[in-house]
């Protein structure tokens, strides 16, 4: 018999469909956040140039007809320096306790070295959870490089997953060039279990808006100072909102004995968004706000741009900047600046 439909998959909560918690780790600068954002196709991390941006466990999901993989990018592991690099490190280990999966990022750039060493060792006492390794940034290297680098990533391994039988499995990828992102993909779908779909279709991100929109604040502000201001610049969204917003156009024509305005109101949706940015010194504040508030302005403007690209509405964005000093120490001023669920 000649079938000519399509291929059939099985339906969302039919046996054969699977899903499941996905971490990618990684230490700063690995590729995580935009690995993530190619696999879900929408920006749900932030991405910069500096190492640590993420402060947050984001999620994004990828559905398809045949897998769901929910998506934790994990904060940039790395050896504890102040309380908010230990809470960092508590965050990851709680994390990746309750994932199908961990995807493993190494840059195919860089040389495997004590950071990538200390995650794998961290890695290695998970037990049950199979560690994928993700050469990332594979367009950066040719492609005799990217053979050893993949050489020496299943040496690392062998060594120092011997328990687990090694790394499960080994995928260069680039995110920036689409180079194997579908295949990371359906190789981590192998190790999710057979599962209904876990969330709908229509939600790309279950991460609370007002934490994402912190999140661009927080880009925009750092986009000017990332040397000035590395870690000591955090978003609180203190309000948000929608509203309709009554919009009133006027039109001029020519109605034959003379010109005439006619007026329409239409109701459009708008979201108000109240924000702070805290700093640590009074010096940091300065410089955020800026001669004449100008640079207060500019990330206003910048961040609402972003911000109405991710809610889809109008935006009226009320920023403050305030001082929290050294709350990177103090735990009382970390809960202050939103970090009361670690
Ligand atoms: N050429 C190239 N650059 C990449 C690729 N993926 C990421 N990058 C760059 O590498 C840098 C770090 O990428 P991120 O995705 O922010 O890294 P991360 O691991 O999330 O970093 P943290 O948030 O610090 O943990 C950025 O400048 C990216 O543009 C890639 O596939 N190719």
Not at 144 to 161: C, I, R, W, Y
Not at 192 to 209: I, N
Not at 258 to 266: A, E, I, N, Y
Request: with cysteine; aromatic share 4%; proline share 5%.
């Amino acid at each position: 018999m000649n079938d000519h439909h399509a291929p059939q998959h099985p339906a969302d909560n039919a046996p054969g469909y699977r899903a499941g918690f996905i971490s990618l780790v990684g230490r700063p600068n690995a590729g995580k956040s935009t690995l993530t954002n190619a696999l879900v196709g929408t920006k749900v991390a932030i991405t910069s140039s500096k190492p640590q941006t993420t402060r947050r466990v984001l999620r994004g999901i990828i559905s398809t007809e045949d897998y769901q993989l929910i998506l934790v990018d994990t904060p940039g592991l790395h050896r504890p320096r102040t309380l908010l690099g230990e809470k960092l490190n508590d965050l990851v280990a709680e994390t990746l306790a309750g994932v199908d999966a961990v995807g493993l990022c190494l840059p195919a750039d860089e040389t495997i070295g004590p950071g990538d060493r200390f995650i794998v060792t961290q890695l290695s006492y998970l037990k049950d959870t199979p560690v994928i390794a993700l050469v990332t940034k594979a367009d950066k290297v040719t492609k005799q490089h990217l053979g050893e680098k993949l050489l020496h990533v299943q040496a690392l391994g062998d060594e120092m997953l011997a328990e687990h039988g090694g790394f499960a499995e080994l995928v260069p990828v680039s995110a920036l060039t689409d180079f194997q992102v579908d295949t990371v993909a359906t190789v981590l779908a192998n190790y999710v279990p057979e599962s209904p779909k876990l969330y709908p279709d229509d939600e790309l991100t279950d991460e609370a808006d007002t934490v994402m929109v912190a999140e661009l604040i927080r880009e925009a502000a750092l986009e000017d100072f990332r040397d000035e201001l590395p870690h000591s610049l955090a978003v609180v969204v203190e309000e948000m909102s929608l509203r309709e917003r009554d919009e009133e156009t006027t039109a001029q024509h020519d109605a034959g004995d003379g010109q005439r305005t006619s007026r329409r109101h239409t109701k459009a949706p708008i979201t108000d968004v109240y924000a702070a940015i805290y700093v640590e010194r009074d010096s940091q504040k300065a410089i955020v706000i800026g001669t004449k508030a100008a640079q207060l302005r500019t990330i206003g403007a910048r961040a609402r741009a972003e911000i109405e690209k991710l809610l889809g509405t109008k935006v009226y964005l009320d920023l403050r900047v305030k001082v929290a000093k050294e709350w990177q120490r103090d735990p009382k001023q970390m809960r202050r600046v939103g970090f009361e669920d670690l």
